[in-house]
Structures are given as structure tokens and as C-alpha cells.
């Protein structure tokens, strides 16, 4: 079932490792076939260089497993709800990139504070709030999506535009067109967690990009008036 997806979300599951994303298990990537109303994920504690094509796991959106020798990831129930309630994205990546990872556990948003952020995202990356304890013992990693698809909407925030998110003490999501997209945005999202962090450091009264700024280099790569890269891409 799902050969062909099994085989994509393998090969995104392997990027993470050799972007320098994951240390150990820390880490795994999903896609979804929307047609079927399934998704594939990586199954939780298989280190990498074992991991198999064919280890992939068929879950539906309630987080059931349908196909697979092995226990899906510990975060499926985050990555289910997420494909439930926003049918716009076809991948999601979850890490615990060092960088993108130190801004969760201090509890703060990524500023937008150049070109490289503003390219790929519109305006800040958003750090949320912590789960309480009783979202943590009821239903902990579905509670983790929840939140994530409520404060977007309470912030906002189109997740076409912002494809990232950290979870405060945690970690980073990030999604996209495909598993494939999704592990894009996550080697964005560290990049920019370390410029941000460095740029902190040499200048502590560091200030957001201008908006005229940010907007420029947002809009000229997505959007109906984007004209960067070639016709097609």
C-alpha cells in the first residue's frame, strides 16, 4: 500500500540526517496521500542508517495504524491532526535541530531579521505557549497539533506563509508541498534559528528587518507577482 509514497517519505527521512538535523532518533518526516486520506511516517526509534524503505507506517488522520510492521512515531498524533485541519500541506517535519531547538526551550519567536528569513518566511517564526499539565497527561502529542492549528488561527498566521512553527520546550514542526518541501523548510528554519541567534550576539539592540524590507523579499519569490527563479519552477 502507498509503495511509492513509502518510498518518498524514506528518502525525506534520510535528508534530515544528512542536512545535520537529527542526532540519534531525534527526528522524522511524514507525507500524505489525500486521496486515500492516509499518511506515511517514519516509525519512532529506528535509528537511521537501519531504517528501510519498507519500515515506512501507514496511519490514518485519527492516528490509526493501517499498514506496517512496526509502531509509527511517537509524534503521529501531532502530524494527524495537522493534515486533518489544514488540507493545504502534503508534508511535515519534526526535529530537535540544535538551533531552531535553543529558541523553543528559551520560550521566543524568530524575528525577522534579514532578507534570508523574509525570503522563505512572513514575519516572525512563532514560538508557542507550553502545553498545560493537563494537556501534557490527557492527550500530549495530539494537544501539541491542536495548539499549533489554534494559535495560527488565533495569530493569524497562514501556514502557506509561515511554514514552521517551535513548541516551547520542545521543538520545531515544519511542512510543506511534500515530506520532501517540509525537510526544506526545516534546513531554512535552522539556518535562520542561527543567524538570528548570532545576530542577537553582535548586536543585543538588534531590530526586526523594516517591513518594506521583509514584504520585498517575501512577495518577489511567492505570490501572483512573484518573479523570482525561472518560468515553471
Given at each position: 500500500?502507498?509503495?511509492?509514497?513509502?518510498?518518498?517519505?524514506?528518502?525525506?527521512?534520510?535528508?534530515?540526517?544528512?542536512?545535520?538535523l537529527?542526532?540519534?532518533?531525534?527526528?522524522?518526516?511524514?507525507?500524505?496521500?489525500?486521496?486515500?486520506?492516509?499518511?506515511?511516517?517514519?516509525?519512532?526509534?529506528?535509528p537511521?542508517?537501519?531504517?528501510?524503505?519498507?519500515?515506512?507506517?501507514?496511519?490514518?488522520?485519527?492516528?490509526?495504524?493501517?499498514?506496517?510492521?512496526?509502531?509509527?512515531?511517537?509524534?503521529?498524533?501531532?502530524?494527524?491532526?495537522?493534515?486533518?485541519?489544514?488540507?493545504?500541506?502534503?508534508?511535515?517535519?519534526?526535529?530537535?535541530?540544535?538551533?531552531?531547538?535553543?529558541?523553543?526551550?528559551a520560550?521566543?519567536?524568530?524575528?525577522?531579521?534579514?532578507?534570508?528569513?523574509?525570503?522563505?518566511?512572513?514575519?516572525?517564526?512563532?514560538?508557542?505557549?507550553?502545553?498545560?499539565?493537563?494537556?501534557?497527561?490527557?492527550?500530549?502529542?495530539?494537544?501539541?497539533?491542536?495548539?499549533?492549528?489554534e494559535?495560527f488561527?488565533?495569530?493569524?498566521?497562514?501556514?502557506?506563509?509561515?511554514?514552521?512553527?517551535?513548541?516551547?520546550?520542545?521543538?520545531?514542526?515544519?511542512?510543506?508541498?511534500?515530506a520532501?518541501?517540509?525537510?526544506?523548510?526545516?534546513?531554512?528554519?535552522e539556518?535562520?534559528?542561527?543567524?538570528?541567534?548570532?545576530?542577537?550576539?553582535?548586536?543585543?539592540?538588534?531590530?526586526?528587518?523594516p517591513?518594506?524590507?521583509?514584504?520585498?523579499?517575501?512577495?518577489?519569490?511567492?505570490?501572483?507577482?512573484?518573479?523570482?527563479?525561472?518560468?515553471?519552477?
Amino acid at each position: 500500500m502507498l509503495e511509492e509514497l513509502k518510498q518518498a517519505v524514506y528518502e525525506a527521512n534520510m535528508l534530515l540526517p544528512q542536512y545535520g538535523l537529527v542526532t540519534f532518533t531525534w527526528g522524522n518526516a511524514s507525507g500524505v496521500d489525500r486521496e486515500r486520506g492516509l499518511f506515511v511516517i517514519k516509525p519512532s526509534g529506528v535509528p537511521y542508517e537501519k531504517l528501510r524503505w519498507e519500515d515506512m507506517v501507514v496511519v490514518d488522520y485519527d492516528g490509526h495504524k493501517v499498514e506496517g510492521k512496526l509502531n509509527p512515531s511517537s509524534d503521529t498524533a501531532t502530524h494527524a491532526w495537522l493534515y486533518k485541519k489544514w488540507d493545504m500541506i502534503g508534508g511535515i517535519v519534526h526535529t530537535h535541530s540544535s538551533y531552531a531547538t535553543s529558541w523553543a526551550q528559551a520560550g521566543r519567536s524568530i524575528p525577522c531579521y534579514g532578507t534570508t528569513h523574509a525570503d522563505y518566511y512572513y514575519g516572525e517564526v512563532p514560538c508557542l505557549r507550553c502545553l498545560t499539565g493537563e494537556e501534557i497527561d490527557e492527550a500530549y502529542e495530539l494537544n501539541t497539533g491542536r495548539l499549533i492549528v489554534e494559535e495560527f488561527a488565533a495569530m493569524n498566521k497562514d501556514p502557506k506563509a509561515v511554514s514552521a512553527v517551535l513548541c516551547r520546550n520542545h521543538g520545531p514542526f515544519t511542512w510543506g508541498k511534500d515530506a520532501v518541501d517540509a525537510v526544506h523548510s526545516a534546513v531554512v528554519l535552522e539556518e535562520v534559528a542561527k543567524m538570528a541567534y548570532r545576530c542577537e550576539l553582535i548586536n543585543p539592540k538588534v531590530q526586526p528587518a523594516p517591513q518594506v524590507l521583509q514584504d520585498k523579499h517575501y512577495y518577489r519569490k511567492h505570490g501572483a507577482g512573484a518573479y523570482y527563479g525561472q518560468n515553471g519552477n
